[in-house]
């Protein structure tokens, strides 16, 4: 079963006003995404099986928001057995207003 937050990483389609389709947003996060990439950024690296339990998060959805955050480049895989750490771009996606993992 999917989460009903759980939906595509990506850009809007608005167009930033010059007619290229081009969007400037940010990319679309879930609150399971801010979740996560706000736990990320408190911890450093973690496995997804420790994500999911630190967060509360179901484990095959940790896994599967941490592939579509990593092909948005907003994680990334640290070493060869999946542990994943928060990117710039990840930190830089963080609202100041998100709220923390641990809530």
Known sequence: MTAPDAQPVGRS????GDGRGESLDAPSLTRSDERLLAYLDDVGTDYPAFV?????????HVESRLEAL???????RVTG???YRLTDAGRAALRDD???WSD
Not at 52 to 60: E, H, I, M, V
Not at 70 to 76: P, R
């Open 52 to 60: 999911a339990s630190n967060t509360g998060l179901y484990a095959d």
């Open 13 to 16: 389609g608005e167009s930033d």
């Open 98 to 100: 998100c709220p923390r």
């Open 81 to 83: 057995e999946t542990v």
């Open 70 to 76: 990593a092909a948005a480049g907003l994680v990334e």
